[in-house]
């Protein structure tokens, strides 16, 4: 079973400049992504792979002992560039020059570092008990919920519930329906899901993964604050 660990980080950041490599509690945020990929890669012989357009990037990964001769193309590197036509291109990039086939692939997101190895593989265990799954990704029970609380503008200009309940009769948050956010930490998928080139990580055969313990992703300054005060002060509801 041979297993390919990618982790994409470009370098054009605009919500938080530098994010990548911005410091986490003295450490460079994408140490927390790599040392989990070690970890990763000693229990399972995992590759782990790179795919940047940055040379701080590159160069802070070498430091903690992570190198690669992959380059991403400037079109990967864009704002418009997707994450699944971004790691299948370091996917087939790593099989060519490795002359070998993976037969999954953990995509790990340096900007939702808040997972452990335990969340690793415990998700693999459940993707691996459904043969015909094509993937799994992690996420959290949602805070909002569509069927109670969370609202869209509709075609007379007013204001109503962006699913409609009138079926459901739903009175408070605990009778809606279960719903969850994707907290981007990380995706396993299977090499079929690239062979069908899917275009959307959420496809008609995608499992979650829910992780009961705090994890988010980093868009805004005041994440980068509030994730580094807990971290800190030991307030992290499991172990990293």
Known sequence: MNILITICARGGSKGIPGKNIRNLDGIPLINYTLDLAKKVQIKYK??????????AIKNAAKNCGITTKYERPFDLATDEAGKIETITHVLEYEEESRNMRF???????????????????????????????????????????????????????????????DELNVLT?????????????????????FENREKSVITNKSLIFKM?????????????????????????DFRL
């Open 173 to 193: 948050r605990q009778s809606a329906p279960k719903v969850y956010d994707m907290n981007a930490s990380f995706y396993w998928y299977r090499r079929s899901f």
């Open 103 to 165: 037969d999954f692939i953990l995509d790990l997101d340096v900007t939702s570092p808040l997972r452990n190895m335990e969340d690793i593989d415990d998700a693999f265990k459940e993707l691996m008990n459904v043969p015909e799954a094509k993937n799994l990704f992690s996420v959290n029970t949602a805070s909002k919920n569509p069927y109670f609380n969370m609202v869209q503008q509709n075609d007379e200009g007013f204001y109503s519930l962006v699913k409609s309940n």
């Open 212 to 236: 009961n313990h705090i994890c988010f992703d980093l868009d805004h300054e005041v994440d980068i604050l509030f994730m580094e005060f807990l971290i800190k002060n030991n307030h992290l």
């Open 46 to 55: 995992a590759v782990i792979t790179l795919s940047t357009d940055d040379w």
